[in-house]
């Protein structure tokens, strides 16, 4: 989910720029976009928010959901985090355990972070350096923790003989991250790379305590280094966050910590959290993707619930993998008919339109990616589809009569069922027969659509998917998406894209130190995955959110891609 370039001094959260008056805000359309919208330092109350599925992980080690990385920031901290608050500041990023940003060696490949004093886990202990490093190296174990981030697996010089910490506790992992002394934490690189500051912001380096550690069940209790702590946890149903008395705010400019209390619902049907949204039953919508197309008929032609939402251009994707495992889609040209049979406006209405789902999407980068370039590879006059064409593509792979393929979706996530119906019916004109099959978000990646074996033996041939970036330029947005040497067993962000002529493409961009061309390759990059055809893009997202009622501090922050969570207080 958001810059190449590391920006932002420090700044708190709890002196924002006035958008409103607090208290009696009026309620304007996008008023929290460029400003905080009913500002106000009051602490106190509890905060009620809603989930339309189950988290993938509450384990910081092992999640990769956007809106993850953004509530997870109550109760865990980072070495860095995203600016609080909104406009462009917001894609720049401030120290947070660490008192500065990374030092870098001379040639780019060692990052060195300086802890602040005074920090403490829940339980009174001391956070260290090496709590930080044992939270990195326990995350590089792709079988315990499936879900999240592999950019320090693949940028840090790991021993050859280290399997994790549980598989290999005897080998010293210090090659790749090390703890000097209580607070001095270094990063050895097998090679330069200049966003370090970005990657470290990632929920990999919240520190876990090794005694506190119980492996794939810390996500029941997960120790907190942040201003909130787990009061009650039942997975898959409910949870509850309380003020964490050994958190001090003096450490922690960027996170006012308003709310007493934090209740979460897990599970509850998207289109009934909606409807409570409106009715102020709930005031926090988890996901952060927007209101769903039941909804917008509510929503958008009544002036007083449309005042109470916003509608950013967010740096994410909404796609579908075309995978090449799966014949006959191992074939090219079986891969250009599924582009050119596709209707483009029947996918972007599965989105709620326009101002709900997005842009029609031609390739793979959103515009808010620096040096993204628009092009079109599979036209056609009025964006519905070319039939012929796609007929055409279809007698060059052999066949001519259509084909019959598996797509998968999340079942909790209304608008990518739509999605694969509009997808069904649209290649159905071409003798392209789906076969339709719905999956649980929270397990989407770990078990079926990211699951090698699962995609495989199941014959599964396109995946709903959505994508935002980790940060703003080519390597945050595409690197995790279109990099064939990321693919592990399970958990999955791609598993269509098996391109050696990507792959090269993507080492030039990362080693180019010339930003202009740098962002040239990365248009590169894009042209070729969209040649091999295995991402049919769908919409550069937009999403219209909507402010519950009785919150303060509400802004929507671009790092973040949704609204800032922790800024959040109750009137």
Same mark, same amino acid.
């Given at each position: 989910?958001?810059?190449?370039?590391?920006?932002?001094?420090?700044?708190?959260?709890?002196?924002?720029?006035?958008?409103?008056?607090?208290?009696?805000?009026?309620?304007?359309?996008?008023?929290?976009?460029?400003?905080?919208?009913?500002?106000?330092?009051?602490?106190?109350?509890?905060?009620?928010?809603?989930?339309?599925?189950?988290?993938?992980?509450?384990?910081?080690?092992?999640?990769?959901?956007?809106?993850?990385?953004?509530?997870?920031?109550?109760?865990?901290?980072?070495?860095?985090?995203?600016?609080?608050?909104?406009?462009?500041?917001?894609?720049?990023?401030?120290?947070?355990?660490?008192?500065?940003?990374?030092?870098?060696?001379?040639?780019?490949?060692?990052?060195?972070?300086?802890?602040?004093?005074?920090?403490?886990?829940?339980?009174?202990?001391?956070?260290?350096?090496?709590?930080?490093?044992?939270?990195?190296?326990?995350?590089?174990?792709?079988?315990?923790?499936?879900?999240?981030?592999?950019?320090?697996?693949?940028?840090?010089?790991?021993?050859?003989?280290?399997?994790?910490?549980?598989?290999?506790?005897?080998?010293?992992?210090?090659?790749?991250?090390?703890?000097?002394?209580?607070?001095?934490?270094?990063?050895?690189?097998?090679?330069?790379?200049?966003?370090?500051?970005?990657?470290?912001?990632?929920?990999?380096?919240?520190?876990?305590?090794?005694?506190?550690?119980?492996?794939?069940?810390?996500?029941?209790?997960?120790?907190?280094?942040?201003?909130?702590?787990?009061?009650?946890?039942?997975?898959?149903?409910?949870?509850?966050?309380?003020?964490?008395?050994?958190?001090?705010?003096?450490?922690?400019?960027?996170?006012?910590?308003?709310?007493?209390?934090?209740?979460?619902?897990?599970?509850?049907?998207?289109?009934?959290?909606?409807?409570?949204?409106?009715?102020?039953?709930?005031?926090?919508?988890?996901?952060?993707?927007?209101?769903?197309?039941?909804?917008?008929?509510?929503?958008?032609?009544?002036?007083?619930?449309?005042?109470?939402?916003?509608?950013?251009?967010?740096?994410?994707?909404?796609?579908?993998?075309?995978?090449?495992?799966?014949?006959?889609?191992?074939?090219?040209?079986?891969?250009?008919?599924?582009?050119?049979?596709?209707?483009?406006?029947?996918?972007?209405?599965?989105?709620?339109?326009?101002?709900?789902?997005?842009?029609?999407?031609?390739?793979?980068?959103?515009?808010?990616?620096?040096?993204?370039?628009?092009?079109?590879?599979? !036209?056609?006059? =009025?964006?519905?589809? +070319?039939? @012929?064409? /796609?007929?055409?593509?279809? &007698? $060059?792979?052999?066949?001519?009569?259509?084909?019959?393929?598996?797509?998968?979706?999340?079942?909790?996530?209304?608008?990518?069922?739509?999605?694969?119906?509009?997808?069904?019916?649209?290649?159905?004109?071409?003798?392209?027969?789906?076969?339709?099959?719905?999956?649980?978000?929270?397990?989407?990646?770990?078990?079926?659509?990211?699951?090698?074996?699962?995609?495989?033996?199941?014959?599964?041939?396109?995946?709903?998917?959505?994508?935002?970036?980790?940060?703003?330029?080519?390597?945050?947005?595409?690197?995790?998406?279109?990099?064939?040497?990321?693919?592990?067993?399970?958990?999955?962000?791609?598993?269509?894209?098996?391109? !050696?002529?990507? =792959?090269?493409?993507? +080492?030039? @961009?990362? /080693?180019?130190?010339?930003? &202009? $061309?740098?962002?040239?390759?990365?248009?590169?990059?894009?042209?070729?995955?969209?040649?091999?055809?295995?991402?049919?893009?769908?919409?550069?997202?937009?999403?219209?959110?909507?402010?519950?009622?009785?919150?303060?501090?509400?802004?929507?922050?671009?790092?973040?891609?949704?609204?800032?969570?922790?800024?959040?207080?109750?009137?």
């Amino acid at each position: 989910m958001v810059l190449s370039a590391c920006g932002g001094g420090g700044g708190s959260a709890q002196q924002p720029a006035a958008s409103a008056s607090g208290g009696g805000a009026q309620a304007a359309f996008n008023a929290a976009i460029t400003g905080v919208y009913n500002p106000s330092t009051k602490k106190g109350g509890t905060l009620k928010a809603a989930h339309s599925s189950d988290w993938d992980s509450l384990d910081p080690g092992d999640t990769y959901y956007g809106y993850s990385f953004n509530f997870g920031r109550f109760y865990w901290r980072t070495l860095t985090m995203y600016k609080p608050g909104p406009g462009p500041e917001g894609n720049t990023v401030v120290p947070d355990l660490a008192e500065s940003l990374g030092e870098p060696s001379e040639d780019g490949k060692t990052w060195t972070y300086k802890l602040k004093s005074g920090l403490k886990f829940e339980d009174g202990t001391p956070i260290t350096a090496k709590d930080v490093a044992y939270a990195v190296a326990r995350s590089f174990d792709k079988e315990t923790f499936p879900h999240g981030p592999s950019y320090l697996n693949e940028l840090l010089d790991w021993p050859e003989d280290f399997k994790g910490v549980y598989k290999t506790p005897d080998v010293d992992y210090s090659s790749a991250v090390e703890a000097t002394d209580d607070s001095t934490l270094v990063f050895h690189l097998k090679k330069p790379f200049a966003s370090m500051d970005y990657v470290v912001q990632m929920p990999m380096t919240a520190p876990v305590p090794k005694d506190k550690d119980t492996g794939a069940k810390y996500r029941e209790k997960v120790v907190s280094s942040g201003p909130y702590k787990f009061e009650t946890n039942e997975i898959g149903k409910r949870f509850t966050l309380v003020r964490n008395d050994q958190w001090d705010p003096a450490t922690d400019p960027n996170r006012p910590a308003l709310p007493d209390r934090i209740e979460v619902q897990l599970n509850v049907n998207a289109d009934d959290l909606d409807n409570q949204i409106i009715a102020g039953d709930i005031q926090l919508d988890i996901p952060g993707t927007g209101m769903q197309p039941a909804a917008l008929g509510k929503v958008l032609p009544d002036p007083a619930l449309k005042a109470r939402t916003d509608n950013p251009t967010i740096p994410r994707l909404w796609y579908i993998s075309v995978i090449p495992d799966t014949a006959p889609l191992d074939n090219v040209n079986c891969r250009k008919a599924v582009q050119f049979a596709a209707d483009r406006v029947a996918n972007q209405t599965a989105y709620g339109g326009e101002v709900a789902g997005g842009e029609i999407a031609t390739n793979v980068m959103p515009p808010p990616i620096v040096g993204q370039e628009k092009f079109d590879l599979y !036209p056609s006059a =009025d964006n519905k589809g +070319d039939v @012929a064409k /796609a007929k055409e593509a279809l &007698a $060059a792979c052999g066949q001519p009569n259509g084909f019959s393929t598996t797509m998968a979706f999340r079942s909790d996530r209304p608008r990518e069922k739509a999605l694969a119906e509009a997808m069904e019916q649209a290649l159905a004109r071409v003798g392209i027969k789906l076969t339709l099959k719905g999956f649980p978000a929270s397990s989407y990646f770990s078990d079926y659509a990211g699951n090698v074996d699962y995609v495989k033996s199941n014959g599964i041939g396109l995946a709903a998917h959505g994508w935002g970036s980790d940060w703003p330029d080519g390597y945050g947005f595409l690197q995790a998406i279109v990099d064939s040497r990321t693919i592990r067993d399970a958990g999955n962000y791609n598993l269509s894209v098996k391109n !050696p002529e990507v =792959d090269k493409l993507i +080492d030039q @961009a990362s /080693a180019e130190l010339d930003e &202009a $061309a740098r962002a040239k390759l990365w248009v590169e990059v894009d042209k070729k995955v969209m040649e091999d055809a295995s991402i049919l893009p769908v919409v550069w997202a937009k999403s219209l959110l909507m402010r519950g009622q009785g919150l303060t501090n509400i802004a929507y922050n671009e790092g973040q891609s949704m609204y800032d969570y922790v800024m959040l207080g109750v009137e």
